[in-house]
């Protein structure tokens, strides 16, 4: 099998379960935040402390999963096709880590400038990539109804990075690199 089809040439893409979109689709932007996110935390994953990585290859599934249903046409949506996406036990699994992962840290004074570590710096720019996607699949959201825990996981995702990435440079002993105004 191909991996070109020559279909979206023309500027549509496929749903699946049928039916076809522009490419700029409000669902189509939304799956593809996700799928970009899903890539930025498997970047994330080669740095990163090795007792996360289980945690985010869950992540990636569920990520996957969400991609899924968005990228299914919502009027022909069938079992075998469609996702259930995010549920309340992976929301409930990220507030678990987060609690987990800040029992290491010192409590947040300051506002934290993205950077330190490598691994530190990937979980930044995937919560910052997380926060686009749930942008995105909020608008989706105003055109026609999402499930609401994905919109709950998407916002829970970004602060498990936030506080992942404050514990990577926990971790190293780099410390968070706290903002500062200007001639403050």
């Not at 020559?6 to 939304?30: I, Q, S, Y």
């Not at 996360?52 to 990520?63: D, E, F, G, Y």
């Not at 780099?174 to 903002?179: M, N, P, R, T």
Request: hydrophobic share 45%; aromatic share 6%.
């Amino acid at each position: 099998m191909k991996v070109y089809t020559k279909r979206g040439d023309g500027g549509e893409t496929d749903l699946a379960g049928g039916g076809r979109v522009a490419k700029d689709d409000l669902r189509v932007e939304a799956y593809g935040a996700v799928d970009e996110l899903n890539a930025f935390v498997g970047l994330a994953a080669v740095d990163c402390a090795e007792d996360l990585r289980p945690q985010l290859a869950a992540i990636q599934r569920t990520l996957f999963e969400i991609g899924a249903g968005l990228a299914s046409n919502p009027d022909a949506r069938s079992e075998a096709l469609s996702s259930q996406g995010a549920t309340s036990e992976d929301v409930d699994s990220l507030e678990a880590a987060m609690d987990a992962a800040e029992d290491e840290l010192a409590p947040l004074a300051a506002f934290v400038l993205p950077g330190g570590t490598r691994a530190a710096s990937a979980f930044h720019v995937a919560r910052t990539v997380c926060r686009r996607a749930e942008r995105r699949v909020v608008a989706l959201n105003r055109a026609e109804e999402v499930d609401e825990v994905t919109l709950r996981y998407l916002n829970r995702l970004s602060d498990t990075f936030f506080v992942w990435a404050r514990v990577e440079n926990a971790r190293s002993a780099v410390g968070d690199i706290e903002w500062t105004r200007r001639g403050g």
